[in-house]
């Protein structure tokens, strides 16, 4: 009598459990996709960058865009394989282009002639500035160490850049004040 109750309180436990493993495997999943989705966004962020980069290189009329140009693709190369090795030590997917990224890389291909640099330049303040966000977050609310350490260390470069595209745009007479969906949806 008292095995069967042992027994059957033993079930019982393991029944309750493995009935609050989910809850804590969802909770877990949440921290898990935020880093995940940092690591995502990051990287194609730093990818689209590269790509832009040497358009604006190649694009650019004015030697302050094909000069930040070089740097985005100097800067975000290094990022990139940053970003590569912290994803593959958080046993997170490589990084790949998003679709709205590829969508804006598409749309900067077709520009061309002096449009090109006050656009780009309008562009790349939008795009830093969700980079500053992003990176920030990850800094300061991420669950991964090893990611949030690689935020933390990466913020200030993103900073400089978001300083950088504001100093550049300004030089070359782009609309800073666009917002990014707006700006999107008038090219």
Request: glycine share 8%; hydrophobic share 40%; no cysteine.
């Amino acid at each position: 009598m008292v095995g069967k109750f042992l027994a059957s309180a033993m079930v019982s436990a393991l029944f309750l459990s493995s009935a609050m493993d989910p809850s804590q495997a969802v909770a877990q999943q949440a921290v898990a996709s935020s880093d995940s989705s940092f690591i995502q966004t990051a990287g194609s962020l730093g990818l689209l960058q590269v790509k832009l980069g040497k358009l604006a290189e190649d694009k650019g009329s004015s030697p302050a865009v094909r000069d930040f140009g070089k740097r985005m693709v100097a800067d975000y190369s290094k990022a990139n394989e940053e970003l590569a090795a912290g994803a593959k030590q958080a046993a997170y997917p490589t990084p790949t282009l998003m679709r709205q990224h590829q969508q804006v890389l598409d749309r900067f291909k077709t520009i061309g002639g002096s449009s090109f640099d006050k656009k780009y330049m309008t562009e790349m303040v939008n795009e830093q500035s969700e980079a500053v966000r992003i990176y920030q977050q990850e800094a300061e609310r991420g669950r991964v160490a090893s990611l949030k350490e690689l935020a933390s260390k990466m913020l200030p470069t993103v900073q400089q850049h978001m300083s950088l595209a504001a100093q550049t745009a300004g030089s070359v007479g782009a609309d800073v004040t666009a917002t990014a969906s707006g700006e999107r949806q008038g090219s």
